[in-house]
């Protein structure tokens, strides 16, 4: 009779290399089927469609390039997302407009793209992408897409303009003295912000994008000559491990980024004031932006740090000193005051001076609880008014 033979189980290491190995294939394989862009313009259109569906919101206007022989074109872009006073003004009227069959360059059509970027489009921000997955990423976040009959890349314009949130004095920082300006949802109006408070060129702001299916952009903010290299490289390398379909909101990113994300005491810091933020950046720390969200994280953070208030920055060093130890006495009495509280009228009432004892015995008079669930419900009706 033949012996089984028994498999010896894969090791930690051999499952990961595993696991890379296929990730690779499969990530080989999606780019050997993944559709490009030809010369022939209907052809692009129908792939463009394709890949993002029909949704009503995705505009194609098609029109024709006044040249010696018209040339047909296309512009794409998401209703909604893109400012349509910029396509309308700035891309469609100087390509429908200009002279072309005056124009020398305009005789010969090879690299048309390019020279309509040098010579027609009066626009501040454009570029020519050939990747179809980064041309419909653009789309999608806003941009417009030109393609032209005869090419096979398209000219991206920058014509972001949806309607967002002004800058506001944030809620949940109020501050008595000090600036009444928080962040918003747009990263760009963010970044802006920290640059007008930092006018150093050895600022920094290095973009990427996280998240498969949201491709949400992300920013962080340094001094270069202040932070310590270590530091940013570390922050990047982590950013780029994250693996999510979608970042919502910043919190996402805290979970993933942090050394001990269930540990009680967080190592990043969570504020939607811009001045905080620039505080931490001119200390050598890293600030993270992300699209979306007025939170912004800062990082790291030392269990001290947490005390730090906004409006410390504008005091005198004494007073800034007192209300520091004042907040970190504050929170040891409510983290030990209802413990001491429950030991001396339950366990050690003699410690407890004659009058003050009658006072509590009366006040508790009536009360079907016990002392502790008395406590813990108090707390609980707390917490319960904070979240309402």
Sequence with gaps: MKKKSFRRPRSVGEFRKDKESKQAADKEGQQKERPVLTRDLAANIAT?????????DVVFREFVLPLSEPLRAIIVFVDGLSSRDT???YILQSLTTFDGEAADWAQDRRNLAQKLMDHVL????????????????AILSGETALLLEGEDG?????????????????ESEVAVRGPRVGFNELLRSNTA??????????????????????????????????????????VVQRLARIDLDGVIESAYLQEYIEDRPYSLFPTIQTTERVDRVVGAVLEGKVGILV??????????????????????????????????MI?????????????????????NPELIPFILTIKVAGTREGTPFPVVLETLFMEIAIEILREA
Aim: charged share 25%.
């Design 193 to 234: 912000q920290v640059r007008r408070w930092i006018r150093d060129p050895d600022l920094r702001v290095k973009s990427m994008k996280i998240g498969v299916r949201s491709q949400t952009d992300i920013a962080l903010v340094y001094l270069e000559s202040v932070a310590n290299p270590e530091l940013v490289k570390e």
């Design 48 to 56: 463009i469609k394709a890949r993002i569906g029909s949704s009503d």
């Design 327 to 347: 907040r970190l006495i504050s929170f040891f009495f409510s983290l030990y005051l209802p413990a001491i509280f429950i030991a001396l009228a339950v366990h």
């Design 154 to 170: 398209a000219l991206i314009c920058n014509t972001r303009g949806w309607e967002h949130r002004g800058i506001e004095e944030p």
């Design 87 to 89: 396509i309308n003004d």
């Design 291 to 324: 699209d979306n969200t007025p939170f912004a994280l800062i990082a790291p953070v030392t269990f001290w740090e947490l005390y730090y208030a906004a409006e410390d920055y504008y005091h005198r060093w004494p007073l800034t000193i007192l209300i520091r």
């Design 122 to 137: 009066n626009i501040n921000e454009v570029m020519l992408q050939t990747d179809l997955e980064q041309i419909i990423t």
